[in-house]
């Protein structure tokens, strides 16, 4: 039988060294799940303006400290599919992230990101911090920081543009290859949002094309919903296409260059 999602904010009583049994009471849930649940990244803990994922049972409370639990049986039964390690740079790694793996988690859980996977995989092991996003749906490169200053170096890359990001999709329809590179300025959710796209290649059997494309911003789904807005729909978009859709989404971020804000080095990735 399916539990259903239970969620509860515990403000404690009494000074604590293991949640485990507080839980297991407020929830009815055996100390087996719990244990497996908080490695799953839904325990959370509040102490004043500090909050962070509790993944260990035994760890010292105070009272008036605050236990925040997301518990859905169905989201921490999702396993996730397993990611590539490209490089390990020590204090940042490269990946070619799967379809269906989140960039990040939420309340609920973490064990099916990116980040996640590269704590869990990485040797010797390190905590992982978001640098940027790929959609659920795509694949490809994405850049997992191990310090929280890295993160930081590598959000001012993308935030200056100083770091080339370039895609590859499979579109719907023939796409004018003698034309040269085309810019979409068109704004997303009311905010700037330009993609560059050249024509690679059409395949008359299958009436698709094959697109690059790079951006200076990241919005949410630039990409998938500036091709459709052209007429171009990424082959496998749920979301923004026109047509049934069998296939994963055909978009991959196959390129990534820039300078090492770590060493100065000029890095280059490509799959």
Not at 224 to 247: A, C, M, N, W
Request: charged share 25%.
């Amino acid at each position: 039988m399916t539990i259903q999602p239970i969620e509860k904010h515990l403000t404690l009583a009494t000074n604590l060294d293991s949640v485990l049994e507080l839980l297991a009471v407020e929830t009815g849930l055996s100390k087996q799940k719990l244990k497996s649940a908080m490695q799953k990244g839904c325990v959370w803990w509040e102490r004043g303006k500090q909050v962070q994922q509790l993944r260990r049972a035994i760890k010292p409370l105070k009272t008036d400290d605050i236990l925040h639990l997301y518990y859905d049986e169905e989201i921490l039964a999702t396993l996730p599919p397993a990611a590539k390690l490209i490089a390990d740079e020590g204090d940042y790694s490269i990946w070619h992230k799967p379809y269906g793996m989140y960039s990040q988690g939420t309340k609920w859980g973490d064990h099916c990101t990116i980040t996640r996977y590269a704590e869990q995989h990485l040797t010797p092991q390190r905590p992982a911090f978001t640098v940027h996003r790929l959609d659920r749906a795509a694949n490809g490169l994405i850049i997992v920081a191990h310090k929280k200053t890295v993160a930081a170096a590598f959000s001012q890359l993308f935030k200056t543009h100083q770091l080339q990001k370039h895609y590859r999709a499979v579109v719907y329809g023939e796409w004018n290859l003698s034309q040269p590179e085309l810019l979409i300025d068109s704004p997303i959710d009311e905010k700037p949002a330009r993609s560059f796209v050249t024509g690679l290649c059409f395949d008359e059997k299958t009436q698709q094309s094959t697109l690059k494309i790079r951006i200076e911003s990241g919005r949410k789904h630039q990409i998938r919903r500036h091709l459709s807005e052209r007429g171009f729909p990424i082959v496998g978009d749920r979301l923004y296409g026109d047509k049934p859709q069998t296939q994963d989404l055909q978009l991959t971020a196959y390129y990534l260059a820039f300078v090492c804000p770590v060493t100065g080095a000029q890095k280059e990735y490509r799959l």
